[in-house]
């Protein structure tokens, strides 16, 4: 049955991603032509806390007609969890302020643009009573129970593009190369990001790795005898997602120091294993870290059609009052199938590569597709 929505509001939380503004221009164009209004939250869950009336954008076909082609969210994100909130020395559940606000703006259905983390957060405030639909936004594909999530190949270009860029100075310089791709959990970002780049090793949080094994790969790539052109490849690059670690190691941390939502801010495991390489193998290997700018950009194709498809999705939902669901996009690329997933079934789904069908442990790399 369709319901009678006249007042959408929607936030955009968790870190920033091309498409976000694709998804709220689609959001909008779609809302309006069910004659329902939509205002923006900024900031994510922090812009339903305190207890004034919070500060809202009013958003209409005109203000958005240009947003699908912009980076990052024009209403803000952070990584503000609304059950556990910095006030003082203290962290406090501030809940029933985002329920009162949440009345105090008239709003039938709120939409959530998000990850993992947000994704979480809103699965609580549905069990209070909000009526909440998902789009998941992420660029390391770290949410469950869908084949894609908005931003993910506009990173995945930019992740290419520097991986493919830093075999040029390796080649010439000989020596190893270590990009550090973000991926706490999930691996996608660098094992895509690394066989479209052109690296030679890929290192996935899903999997330890041997730090032994990979000395071998790489004393073989490096001594391979010469072929036809006289030379020997000389150079290695090697994409390690921020997640891996090796066997009998812990993550690397830039800072232990959990967040609102108990996770430590991960960082150096490039840095880390190019440093051993350096001192166990004699080689010369340089690090580089890809965190916000792999953020960057205009969203691809690929992108803005999804943020079309999954905003305008995430709109019937609430017209036929499919609250706390996700919608999820299922073979896309880009004429799949969208559904709605209830939002336990979104947690309780893997997010990771699939080792077994997609990662050659043997040589730390994408596996070969198995003829019929």
């Not at 709220?24 to 900024?42: D, I």
């Not at 469950?144 to 520097?162: K, V």
């Not at 996770?263 to 965190?291: P, T, Y």
């Not at 059609?305 to 690329?333: I, N, W």
Request: glycine share 12%.
């Amino acid at each position: 049955m369709v319901r009678s929505i006249v007042r959408i509001g929607v936030l955009t939380g968790g870190g920033d991603a091309p498409g976000m503004n694709a998804a709220l221009k689609a959001l909008v164009y779609r809302a309006s032509e069910c004659n329902a209004e939509v205002v923006g939250l900024y900031d994510g869950w922090e812009g339903l806390l305190g207890s004034t009336p919070p500060e809202v954008l009013a958003l209409d076909r005109a203000r958005v007609r240009l947003w699908d082609r912009e980076a990052g969210s024009n209403l803000g994100c952070t990584r503000t969890n609304p059950f556990r909130v910095e006030r003082g020395d203290r962290r406090e559940d501030c809940s029933r302020e985002i329920l009162s606000n949440i009345n105090t703006l008239g709003l039938d259905a709120l939409v959530v643009i998000g990850g993992r983390d947000t994704l979480g957060a809103a699965q609580r405030m549905h069990t209070l009573g909000v009526p909440i639909v998902v789009v998941p936004k992420s660029i390391d594909l770290e949410v469950g129970a869908t084949d894609y999530a908005i931003g993910f190949d506009s990173a995945l270009r930019n992740c290419t593009e520097i991986i493919a860029n830093s075999r040029s100075s390796a080649g010439a310089r000989r020596w190893v190369q270590v990009v550090e791709v973000v991926g706490r959990r999930a691996g996608h970002l660098a094992l895509w990001g690394g066989l479209a780049g052109g690296a030679q090793m890929i290192l996935l949080p899903e999997l330890p790795f041997s730090l032994e094994k990979v000395y071998a790969l790489l004393d073989a790539r490096l001594s391979v005898e010469r072929g036809r052109s006289g030379r020997n490849p000389r150079y290695a690059t090697v994409v390690v997602a921020e997640g891996a670690c090796a066997e009998g190691m812990h993550e690397v941390l830039v800072d232990a120091a959990p967040d609102a939502y108990g996770a430590s801010q991960l960082g150096g495991v490039g840095a880390l294993l190019a440093e051993r390489l350096r001192q166990d193998m004699g080689v010369d290997a340089r690090s580089v870290a890809l965190g916000h700018p792999l953020r960057g950009g205009v969203p691809t194709s690929l992108d803005r059609v999804m943020a079309h498809r999954l905003a305008s999705a995430a709109v019937d939902a609430c017209r036929v009052g499919a609250f706390g669901q996700m919608v999820s996009a299922v073979s896309t690329l880009p004429y799949g199938t969208v559904r709605y997933v209830p939002l336990p079934d979104v947690l309780a789904a893997p997010c990771n590569v699939n080792i077994a069908r997609d990662y050659d442990s043997d040589r730390y790399f994408a596996q070969r597709a198995l003829a019929p």
